[in-house]
């Protein structure tokens, strides 16, 4: 009975001790074999809670997140490269959008969660059972992303070292995450991940921020299930194709050479049904060594949006016209009133897109249907036959800049009355999304104004159309010669003195006083009147209507000396 319990304890034991062998064996060839990546536990400071549980629980969520992003895009982008495969010539309503990348692309992140084991074994007296974690950690040390989150309130700030992505060495990650969440923490550097991945191989991803490559994981998977509704239910998606070119355009607009890009971008358009977009960018991809399609088949493409932008164009045009002859009625009703006038609705005629300006011609007023959302533009133009009923002025020199910025003195005020606004709560800016116009790269965040009569000069700062030079003070006065190629002698540039004299006074005695004052000035404007004379004159005009010590006078005395005259 003796012998059978010692052979049953040595058994017992030797099988655990075999047990424990197989494991140490298969737990170093794990670690030395096993995954691309090892996410070690989060270093968490701050926050609320166990701060190691909260480590481990973020470091899993991370992992889970990087599996769940490789899925998804996998699944889209192989979708979409079928789907294009399927439709690459279809074009119009309810047509399917094609696939970005050409091959399928995925990060190939396979990552596994770095758990120290600890077993309390002790050899001749001596623990060992700590060398156990260190081994484990010296094997996959090469492979180990390390990240450290510290909390501070709502927000949070992320930092890790990701020389382990294999990219050499490399930039350390460091993100502020507003309004952090475990989740969000979790998306954030995911994404950041298979961003620095693909930028490896692919050098335009790396111009792209970590924002917008975001945007553009999210259109990826987006389009797919679009695709996936519209080719199962046969459904027109336009609304949704729309909303997605909105994220997605800005980008290829800023990257003009990435032709998977560019075809992504004018797949979406063609979904959206705005077939110009769509041809400009399909028309950008043509010259390229490498098309998303043969020459052949984009060719075909091309001629078919051809054929419906034009149809579109008429109704389109139709739709703007009614558009800017509303501005026009709007601006002519409030400026009759301001004027006690009684003019007519100043003629409206649409012109080429491709002429990025409007104007008043004498009889009527020229205009793109492309300004139809920028009403300035229109308030602007319909200014000009009220103006010149009451002074026939010289467009040149310092008299041209007083009557540019009459145009935008008399555009302000329709707009504040548009708006039922006072000087103090308006936004003082003439055709805000201009310069998103003029440099055709529309954008509804983009609302850089043409020019500002509170502060001239700080309009817009453009790589592609440069800064804007309006002078806010007379001793800043551009001098040039009145020739078409010298801005007639600084019309456009000079005026931002007079407009920030009219802002000044309209701060002080509020805009309808300035603007009673500005207009009943016009009547007393001689030929080649200059800056200083006009200065003067409104002045005068305002000692008539309001009484020399008046707080209007001293308003309009206060609003020209701002700008160095009177």
């Known amino acids: ?83 294009r495969q399927e439709v690459a010539i279809t074009v119009g309503p309810r047509g399917v959008t094609a696939g970005i990348l050409g091959t399928p692309k995925t990060a190939v992140l396979n990552a596994q969660l770095f758990e120290p084991t600890n077993i309390d074994v002790k050899v001749a007296g001596v623990d060992v059972g700590g060398l156990l974690p260190r081994i484990q950690r010296w094997f996959v040390q090469d492979r180990t992303l390390t990240f450290a989150v510290s909390w501070e309130g709502k927000s949070a700030i992320l930092a890790g070292n990701i020389d382990a992505l294999g990219l050499g060495r490399t930039k350390p990650l460091w993100m502020s995450i507003e309004n952090a969440t475990a989740n969000s923490i979790a ?164 012109i080429s897109d491709d002429m990025l300006n409007a104007y008043w011609d004498g009889k009527k007023i020229n205009v793109p249907p492309s300004v139809q959302d920028i009403p300035d533009v229109v308030y602007h133009e319909v200014a000009w036959p009220f103006i010149q009923t009451l002074w026939s002025f010289k467009y040149s020199g310092q008299e041209g800049a007083l009557a540019q910025s009459y145009t935008d003195v008399l555009t302000s005020l329709v707009k504040q009355k548009m708006r039922n606004q006072t000087a103090q709560n308006a936004d003082w800016v003439i055709a805000p999304g201009a310069i998103a116009w003029i440099t055709g790269k529309a954008s509804a965040t983009d609302t850089r104004p043409l020019r500002s009569l509170k502060a001239p000069g700080t309009a817009y700062d453009d790589p592609k159309i440069g800064k804007d030079l309006q002078p806010d003070h007379f001793s800043k006065l551009v001098k040039s010669t009145a020739s078409a190629a010298d801005d007639f002698g600084g019309i456009h540039i000079n ?56 707080t209007e006078v001293k308003g309009v005395r206060a609003g020209w000396n701002a700008v160095g005259l009177l």
């Not at 509020?510 to 009943?520: L, Q, V």
């Open 495 to 550: 005026s931002g003195i007079p407009n920030r004299a009219f802002y000044e006074t309209a701060i002080r005695i509020g805009s309808d006083n300035a603007g009673k004052i500005w207009i009943s000035s016009l009547r007393q404007f001689k030929p080649s009147v200059d800056l200083r004379t006009a200065s003067k004159t409104i002045l005068d005009t305002a000692v008539k209507l309001y009484g020399e010590e008046s």
């Open 187 to 350: 998306d954030a550097v995911a994404l950041a991940l298979i961003h620095r991945r693909w930028a490896k191989d692919s050098p335009e991803f790396g111009e792209l921020e970590d924002e917008e490559f975001g945007k553009l994981v999210s259109s990826i998977n987006e389009i797919a299930r679009i695709n996936r509704r519209v080719i199962t239910y046969n459904v027109a998606a336009k609304a949704d194709f729309e909303r997605i070119f909105a994220s997605v355009s800005p980008l290829a607009d800023r990257i003009v050479g990435w032709n998977e890009l560019t075809y992504f971008a004018a797949s979406i358009a063609e979904g959206a049904e705005n077939y110009e977009r769509a041809l400009s960018f399909y028309r950008r991809i043509q010259p390229s060594q490498k098309p998303q399609l043969d020459a052949q088949a984009l060719a075909k493409k091309i001629s078919a949006l051809e054929l419906l932008a034009t149809k579109a164009a008429p109704e389109k045009s139709q739709l703007a016209l009614r558009k800017l002859r509303q501005h026009v009625a709007d601006a002519a009703r409030i400026l009759n009133d301001l004027f006690k006038a009684s003019l007519p609705d100043p003629a409206i005629e649409l």
């Open 1 to 83: 009975m003796e012998i059978a319990a010692k052979i049953a304890i040595y058994l017992t034991v030797g099988i655990a001790l075999l047990a424990c062998n197989i494991w140490f064996v298969s737990a170093a060839i794990q670690s030395i074999s096993g995954g691309d990546l090892v996410v070690a536990p989060v270093k968490v400071v701050g926050g609320t809670g166990d701060a190691s549980l909260a480590g481990e629980t973020l470091a899993r969520l991370i992992i889970a997140r990087l599996q769940s992003l490789e899925w998804d895009l996998r699944q889209s982008q192989s979708s979409l490269k079928m789907e």
